[in-house]
């Protein structure tokens, strides 16, 4: 198999996507930089390595994987730098990475829990964070060598994943496994790629293998008695449902995807066809069995887990935004590979919907947990729920979703389109720009486009020589009509979502393709008991959401036609976010009699109050006043 | 205030609530016993006293409020042969009395968990169960003795009540407060009523006030590390919602309602008229706001509590069996210093549901939690469900709910009927027969009817002189026709829910009430999230459910037309139990196609599969073919 992207430079320069990345490019960077080092109250992220690098004295602070909030930091810089300069946020990461440098052992272990607190135990404890925190350095050094070209930072990566090789791995004398927290898998595999070292590669293969081929070897190793993520006191305590599993979608919803995003990558570079279907088996139990429709992963805060298909609470649900962050990785590796519309619907469904509800528009806020149906008196008074804000919170104890956000917003351009086979997919629609050489040629294809906010997209195809090849428009799998150049398209013409433009392109092309932005209502599959008797308002690739704001107070009690048409309305009410299209539609709230009833149960009204259902997009929710939403709503 | 209730004797002789009465005698008493004697298994009750007679040797086994399952059987066999006499149980429990009789302290100390494990830690620690323990024996020496006028065991109770007379109470040197699990406040009224002894009521009333006036002291104690009942895992840990509140409902639904039915027999022994409308308002609070559709309460299992108000989620609730039998206890109290129909509503609506739900035909399983909705795989495989049983169960570790439900059972007579402000009230309708002195005349009234299977309640009244009296006849708050004698009644002719029918009585009189038993839909107020949209089937004070068995799987996508009539089917497939009332109803599901559906989401189905919806008894569920169940369905 070809399965290896060609090389390309992506950009995105306007629309949603932009909107977003520019937040985190001028809002959150900044902010989390000042909360990290201390600036706005105490945190110990920065200050554990000054202390480790001898710069100051005194003791660790925070968690034992408190190392990720600078490394996702620094990840986040270098891929935000690569899409504009900062010569101030530069200066920023340059010296703080002379400090992480400082802080790095002669062996190249790097890990400042390990170093500070219980420098004796180090790689003693299989359920660690150690090769988490290795691993997210090892992609900030990657990432800031990428948007940097500056080696500082590499170089440590490196020395950390020589150590990596030396420890781990097959021989006598080597750690045959480690559960902990994975991501080190897919960070041997970008060092890989960005050095060229095979034992990186080699290393992630065997990391991957071993859990297939001996995976009692690999989770043998039992949970220590007073260990901080001992979760003993949950009642729970099933391993296997505890631990990612190379055969099972099961356990902690991030790990797992980080894990399976690193399969992708192994079954990419060794080329192992096996791996590769096994991979997308399990991507498909996910995103066909085990995913909210805003893209959120992770049934139960109780492990952070999946429990079973189909089991989709809206309200107890974790959904954390680490997890749909790692589900795109997984999703992205897949689609690199084998380009299917499927994938990067998935991709859409994040990108729109539970990322950018993730983090407020002044960078400064951010959702752990993304509920689909929240209202503060349940996040207050129900044990089940205290997980769940409902309002974005300026940091987290466990903080590893605002810096995670950071990064991935700031890396979307290369999820917008890839060279396979010889052929351009566009993946994504922003406008943007994209470069690449085939055939000796240098080609760019340029979007001009307002989506998802309008549904159109003119592509210009500009080459410096006549080069024959096809672009291979995606059609997003909720896209029911579409045109190009007016001619209305078919699914017939599609092949795995994509459609296929075969040309012998010179000079300059202009092509249009619409996509039908109706609204329309969605429906979970009959198996989602928690949505029996429900639909979703969505619009192209964007979830609805009904407020308090706009409905009043019981938005649970609304039922919305199915029949009547749903009306769109632009709108400009969110600060910082510019005009979006609400959505309203006929529906019916139980009458005043009922909502005055003293009786908890009492003969079914039949008739009820005539109302408009407001929906705005889901991932705006919580912008203006705090208060109730749901993004499922009755159906009459 | 004239709160007290005269003397009366009732008796059931058939119908539905005599045959859960004979199940209790006949089969769950003897299974009860072989259980806690060790017979079926290692089971450390009965031993536990035994051991603490001197009798074996051995250790303390099971859990610190083991000895309540002796108890409480004890309560159950003395209301049971107070219904019908039986040589060989009465065998068994005198010779176990002899063993509690010698495992007693000199001092009335009768705990033998803390007689055997922590002798020198007696009254040390407010959260412990010792004043569950004794309350619940004291309550079974009443109830042994009212069974059959022996004392032995109302002998151990005074002594223990005496105990606990010198330890609690406001002088320097006794105790202030103590938490614990309440029963203790129940338990000293009864002992008062049966004895006369002023300071077994004397001791109540201190132990309500004590909370009422000083609240922070009954409260003070510290909970001690390592106490098995420490709920720190919980994260929960805020101290307001963890203990039973005289104030607020709040806390473990079990406790607080012993609480309150505490609080109400005080507030009748003392005359107390705030105190008394003070319960009210609690009572209310449950009734109005925290109470399930089948009489079940107690919203969370985490610490088994309330939540907020119209918080009802049905497939994560706790429903416990003996918080419904606190509500009872509780209601009753309550109606013998009120009558209120509402009162009784209450009563029927636990009688009639959950709590024959809670044991099988076979008196042999049991449930401790009641769900609304269930399904298999979820109580096995989502955290938050895993307290759920999707059937009846043989035991528990902590089996308070199956003795607990024996001795409610057996005494369901004196619920039936009480003599207030010179009526007579007849508050539940029951085969059987009611006898009382009134101005000199003996009379009787005898039930003869098969409620609830059907409305029609024939009622003799026969004196043995002319008396002049009302009879209450309630009309329940479901009923919406009546007929006395063939004529029409109409909710204007009642009285807080009651008829009367004043007239001279002489010889014998027979009247005839019908109650309509169509059947009808029932939904819950708008506030109730978890029920938005959805309907419940009912007839007569019996709630219905659809289970698999009857549906196919997926109940919970099955939508019933809210304005078709209910069809009224006997059948006969549940072993033991006899004819009952199935309902059906048209209504759609799902179509072959949409569950045939490979997406997660998809545009909303306009069509839909036609089904008969088919629903039986509540408290028939799990009977036939264990599978899925929901009593709240979709309406269309």
Known sequence: MNHAAEP???????????????????????????????????????????????????????????????????????????NRRDASLEAIADAVIETIANAQDAD???????????????????????????????????????????????????????????????????LHGYRGHEIIEMALC??????????????????????????????????????????????????????SSYEHVTGHAVRAMYLYAGMADVAQLTGDEALLAHCRELLDEVTRRQMYITGGIGTTSVLEAYTYPYDLPNDTMYAETCASIGLCFFAHRMLMMQPDGELSDVIERCIYNILPAAIAQDGQHYFYVNPLQVNEEACRRDPLKTHVKPVRQAWYECACCPPNLARFFSSLPRYTATVQEGRLWLHLYAQGCTSFKLGGANITVAQHTDYPMEGRVRITVATDKPTAFALMLRIPGWCRRFWIDGRPGSSGMLSRGYLAIERNWSGETVLTLEMDMTPYMMQAHPRVREDSGKIVLTRGPV???????????????????????????????????????????????????????????????MSARNVTVKAIPYCLWGERVPGEMTVWIGRL
């Open 8 to 82: 390309i430079h992506s950009s995105i320069s306007g629309g949603f996507l932009r909107h977003y990345m520019d937040i985190i490019a001028d809002k959150a960077l900044p902010y989390q930089w000042q909360v990290i080092s201390g600036q706005r109250g105490p945190n110990p992220t920065v200050n554990n390595f000054r202390i480790a690098a001898g710069e100051v004295k005194g003791e660790f602070g925070g968690v034992p994987y408190q190392d990720t909030d600078l490394s996702k930091w620094l990840d986040a810089v270098g891929c935000a730098l690569r």
């Open 108 to 174: 190249g272990y790097l890990d400042t829990y390990y170093q500070l607190v219980r420098p004796n135990e180090k790689w003693t404890d299989p359920d660690s964070h150690e090769l988490y925190c290795f691993g997210h350095m090892i992609e900030a050094g990657v990432a800031y060598w990428e948007g940097t070209g500056k080696t500082r930072l590499l170089e440590v990566a490196c020395r950390m994943a020589d150590h990596v090789c030396r420890v781990f791995g097959p021989e006598a004398g080597q």
């Open 190 to 243: 970008r060092l890989f790629r960005a050095t060229g070292e095979t034992r990186y590669r080699d290393t992630a293969v065997w990391f991957v293998h071993a859990r297939r081929d001996t995976p009692e070897q690999f989770y043998q190793a039992t949970r220590k008695e007073g260990n901080p993520l001992d979760y003993g006191c949950w009642g729970w305590g099933d391993p296997e449902r505890e631990t």
């Open 543 to 605: 979830v609805y959401c009904c407020e308090e704001a706009d409905n009043g107070a019981l938005v649970e009690d609304l039922r919305a036609s199915a029949s009547a048409p749903i009306e769109q309305t632009w709108q400009n009410d969110v600060p910082g976010f510019g005009e979006y299209v609400g959505l309203s539609v006929p529906g019916k709230a139980s009458s005043a009699a009922a909502l005055a009833e003293e009786r908890l149960y009492f003969p079914v009204e």
